[in-house]
């Protein structure tokens, strides 16, 4: 069983076609790496997944997104944000403790018990690769931890509602090769339980953690392969050409 199907799909944001005929298909539990250079499509693709791109007026597609064989524009659109979760680029923690970050999106959707509560925040700090750096601050502010750390606390707020898919929209990009380097663990880590689909213009990255990865350009889809095979034999000179660093 497929994750994801994607047949046609085009995009537009007023006059501007952003994506252009994408079709494809995106696995369980397999971190699927998206690049390519700026105003490829990268961001839009990613964002159509949990349909953030219905929050532009300017927005409308055809084709269709197949989410677990329905139709992403049929599902309503919170219980699909819940199980479809995004991680931005920039962290942004809320004006509260650790604690209380990681359990917010828990009490929105109506847990209460206290006991219940503490574990879930426990196991998403775990798997946010977070806890041991702040198992005895969770009642600090959320702003008094590092760049990185912040980052993956955003994680761990993800987590917290147990997803399905976790989309990361560049997320290392402001971080420090360590921080970095803890980010990309988590998500080897995370694909035993979720879907991961990563969009970054560090192609370093998307080879370090991708098992499949799908190379945009100028809003198409020019390959998807096996993430060796694209790093080493890629079938379109174009994707040789942007692994290479002769444009991009």
């Known amino acids: 069983m497929v994750k994801f199907e994607i047949n046609d799909l085009n995009i537009w944001f007023d006059s501007t076609q952003a994506l252009k005929d994408v079709s494809m298909q995106i696995l369980p539990n397999e971190v699927l790496s998206v690049i390519g250079p700026s105003n490829s499509g990268k961001t839009t693709f990613l964002r159509m997944l949990n349909r953030m791109n219905d929050l532009n007026p300017n927005f409308r597609m055809s084709g269709n997104v197949m989410f677990e064989k329905e139709d992403i524009m049929k599902i309503d659109v919170e219980l699909l944000r819940r199980k479809i979760g995004m991680v931005f680029a920039l962290p942004l923690p809320l004006p509260l403790s650790i604690f209380d970050n990681v359990a917010y999106g828990v009490r ?6 206290k006991t219940r509560m503490a574990e879930k925040v426990r196991e998403a700090l775990r798997q946010g690769y977070l806890w041991d750096e702040v198992k005895d601050r969770l009642t600090e502010s959320a702003f008094k931890l590092s760049g990185g750390q912040q980052q993956r ?4 707020r993800t987590l917290a509602v147990e997803p399905e898919v976790i989309l990361f929209d560049e997320p290392c990009s ?3 090769p360590i921080s970095t380097a803890k980010v990309e663990d988590a998500m080897v880590k995370l694909k035993e339980k979720y879907t991961i689909i990563l969009v970054t213009n560090n192609v370093k990255q998307a080879a370090r953690v991708g098992d499949r990865t799908a190379f945009f350009l100028n809003g198409e889809l020019v390959e ?3 993430t060796d095979k694209i790093f080493t034999a890629p079938r379109d000179k174009r994707t040789d050409g942007y692994i290479r660093g002769k444009f991009g």
């Open 153 to 156: 606390l955003c994680i761990a």
């Open 108 to 113: 929105m959707h109506g847990l209460t018990d």
């Open 224 to 226: 998807l392969d096996k």
């Open 174 to 176: 402001g971080l420090d």
